[in-house]
């Protein structure tokens, strides 16, 4: 049986044979064409041990007589588990460029679901192992993965790979959020260790959290030259992090960032505090605010009221009129 392949991202169109090969005679070539993050599949482990290996995998012939694989590295990995000697595999009637069979790849895969740290093991592997340019990759291959061909997503896929094991297996049982955590990797392999266990593993960040956080804690390293393990020294999050630790369960990640923020900007801090203090004690019957800038560099304050009915306006004037001399003192 012969079928062919065509898709937009191919310049050839390659045809495959069905055959049913020992596995001695497939060599998955070091997975060099493996771009998942895990082999490890439990549920399609056990399908194959159930009801066997029911779609073939592809491979291409290679100068020695052994088929090298380009796609079912995963049910290779289970059959090997479960000691399955045979295996149907279509095999490429004819030779490609390299940059064509890592298309022909893509392909067979597309209808697989290729998470955010598959795409990262991707783009390392085409630029680490394969030997393609950056350039390459983003124009050429970032599209058959799915991604914005940008020079900004290649670095932030690029940089995944750098990121501690414990960090990346984190990401991978859905504890820490892929988004935001590229910029954890300018660390080095020690600080995101030490990172691991007492901020990541401890808190529960969002996205914006993330990138936050990085940030602060580099800002905080430059200032002082002081080692992320002596900025978490600081009382306060040493309380947050037993606190955590103690309770066995993720908690938000907004006190520990408020921390670092107290410690990134004192005096803003300070001004901050001050402020909340003084509108605690000033009590509004009607929707209004007053607020301050995130930066609290800014001078005065915003005022804000929210009208629901005509005659609401002349209610809050009043209550304005009436606090006057109170909202003056924190003005001043």
């Given at each position: 049986m012969?079928?062919?392949v065509k898709n937009k991202f191919m310049t050839q169109i390659p045809s495959f044979e069905f055959q049913i090969l020992n596995v001695k005679e497939i060599d998955p070539l070091e997975a060099r064409y493996c771009f998942r993050y895990s082999l490890e599949d439990a549920l399609l482990i056990q399908s194959i041990k159930t009801y066997g290996v029911l779609s073939p995998l592809f491979g291409f012939s290679q100068p020695d007589g052994r088929l090298g694989l380009i796609s079912g590295f995963k049910r290779f990995y289970a059959a090997l588990k479960l000691e399955i000697r045979e295996l149907p595999i279509m095999v490429l009637r004819s030779t490609f460029p390299e940059k064509e069979l890592v298309k022909i790849v893509f392909e067979q895969n597309r209808n697989g679901v290729y998470s955010s740290l598959d795409q990262a093991v991707a783009v390392t592997k085409l630029i680490s192992i394969l030997g393609f340019s950056r350039e390459e990759v983003r124009k050429e291959f970032l599209p058959c993965l799915g991604l914005n061909p940008s020079q900004k997503v290649l670095e932030e896929y690029e940089k995944?790979?750098?990121l501690d094991q414990e960090i990346l297996e984190g990401i991978a049982r859905g504890e820490v959020s892929f988004r935001g955590i590229s910029e954890w990797a300018d660390f080095s392999g020690e600080e995101q260790g030490f990172l691991w266990e007492n901020a990541l593993a401890l808190f529960h960040f969002t996205s914006s959290e993330l990138s936050e956080c990085a940030s602060l804690l580099e800002d905080l390293i430059a200032m002082n030259n002081r080692?992320?393990?002596?900025?978490?020294?600081?009382?306060e999050i040493q309380s947050l992090?037993?606190?955590?630790?103690d309770s066995h369960q993720r908690q938000k990640a907004q006190p520990l960032?408020?921390?670092?923020?107290?410690?990134?900007?004192?005096?803003?801090?300070?001004i901050r505090k001050l402020f909340r203090e003084k509108i605690a004690k000033l009590k509004?019957?009607?929707?209004?605010?007053?607020?301050?800038?995130?930066?609290m560099e800014e001078e005065g304050v915003e005022l804000k009221i929210r009208l629901v009915k005509r005659d609401s306006i002349g209610k809050?004037?009043?209550?304005?009129?009436?606090?006057?001399?109170?909202?003056?003192?924190?003005?001043?």
């Open positions: 012969e079928i062919m995944i790979s750098k080692s992320v393990q002596k900025i978490l020294e600081c009382p992090i037993k606190q955590a630790k960032i408020d921390c670092l923020k107290q410690m990134r900007y004192p005096k803003s801090h300070e509004f019957k009607n929707p209004i605010q007053l607020c301050k800038s995130d930066s809050a004037l009043q209550e304005l009129s009436e606090k006057r001399s109170e909202i003056e003192e924190i003005i001043e």
